[in-house]
């Protein structure tokens, strides 16, 4: 069994830029969820898809979106690029939508916003 | 508002002494806990989690942690540390109605030395 991936790794965009994130999910994961860490900090929730559909949202502007495929991959993507934006983004899949189910975290992307 | 609070940003302890990791959340009727573990430039992974049943929760690496629901916390402790369990340590909450969103307190950095 294969584990959350993500690419880049790492990545360099200046402001008003956009990025594109992506995120490859355990197979057989419906839900996918999107977090951002910023430095020293722990990770905040930006939005979650279950079988390819939007089911719920944290306190993020517009300019984040997202998409899943059936394939059980996903992507971020953030429009109009922040200093701010800078952070590591984290994706997690689980199996079902269940509270209490694990979610499972990739390595991340760190992206740098100058 | 819901929120977990991490107390310890730093926890210094030697190789081989006990450790506990403090984490309180607030207060909702129904509630589901989780600690997970980042090592440097590595996603996170759940070292144990609470949904329901025995308020003492085992977990991998030899760690466990106690659910208190009357002082709303969820510490975790392991009886001898080791130098590989150096790392970023984080205490998530979820709410039933939330689309099984992980909300993280800010962290606790455990360094242990020799």
């Known amino acids: 069994e294969t584990g959350v991936t993500q690419s880049p790794t790492h990545l360099i965009k200046t402001r008003g830029q956009q990025v594109t994130l992506r995120c490859s999910s355990q197979s057989g994961h419906n839900t996918v969820s999107w977090y951002q860490q910023a430095l020293g900090q722990g990770p905040q929730f930006i939005f979650q898809y279950y079988r390819e559909e939007e089911n719920g949202r944290g306190n993020f502007p517009p300019r984040f979106s997202g998409l899943q495929f059936p394939n059980y991959s996903s992507e971020l993507n953030v429009n109009a690029l922040e200093l701010d934006d800078s952070a590591l983004y984290l994706c997690a899949s689980s199996l079902e939508l269940g509270t209490g189910e694990t979610q499972y975290f990739g390595p991340g992307t760190r992206l740098l916003v100058l | ?114």
């Open chain 2, 1 to 114: 508002a819901q929120s977990v609070t991490q107390l310890d940003s730093q926890v210094p302890v030697f190789e081989e002494a006990p450790v506990e990791l403090r984490c309180n959340y607030s207060s909702s009727v129904s509630v589901y806990l989780f600690w997970y573990v980042q090592y440097p430039n590595q996603g996170l992974q759940l070292l144990l989690k609470y949904l329901s049943g025995s308020t003492l929760v085992k977990g991998i690496n030899g760690f466990e942690a106690e659910f208190n629901k009357s002082q709303t916390s969820f510490h975790l402790r392991k009886p001898s540390v080791h130098i590989s369990d150096t790392a970023e340590y984080f205490c998530a909450v979820t709410y039933t109605g939330t689309a099984s969103k992980l909300t993280f307190g800010t962290g606790t950095r455990l360094q242990v030395t020799l």
